[in-house]
């Protein structure tokens, strides 16, 4: 791909999100960011959507995060000029293990940790009239 062609669908991209956001009279948008390539994508595509002061960047750390994944995202955030908090689902997660039957594997566990995640992420945006920028995997 050209580098004229890669701008012209970051553009549609912009447009895409800007539109979303219009349609649904929101005040901003939710974006995850985990300290990876997808989430930083995602959260710099909605600053320059939208504007860094209608990004809110959450990360959502566990027991297993890398301390260097979530500076990078609090770097990330800082360049790009939105509010960053860090939301640990760590409390969340040992609920799980107290549940009765529980199987502890890698599997189950990564599964109920994605889907609190994106918990976190709806309940915010909820909670502030906000969109859920969702990113996926780059594979």
Not at 50 to 59: H, N, Q, T
Request: hydrophobic share 45%.
């Amino acid at each position: 791909m050209t580098e004229g062609g890669c701008g012209c669908a970051l553009n549609r991209i912009e447009q895409l999100v800007r539109h979303a956001y219009w349609e649904a009279g929101a005040d901003g948008v939710v974006v995850g960011v985990s300290g990876g390539v997808d989430s930083a994508v995602a959260a710099a595509v909605c600053v320059r959507a939208l504007g860094p002061e209608s990004v809110l960047a959450l990360s959502l750390p566990c027991a297993v995060s890398a301390s260097a994944d979530l500076e990078d995202a609090a770097e990330l955030c800082r360049r790009l000029g939105c509010e960053h908090r860090v939301v640990p689902i760590e409390p969340v997660v040992a609920a799980y293990r107290s549940l009765p039957d529980f199987v502890d594997s890698p599997y189950l566990l990564g599964n109920l940790m994605a889907r609190t995640r994106m918990v976190v992420l709806y309940y915010h945006a909820n909670r502030d009239h906000r969109l859920v920028c969702g990113t996926s995997n780059r594979t």
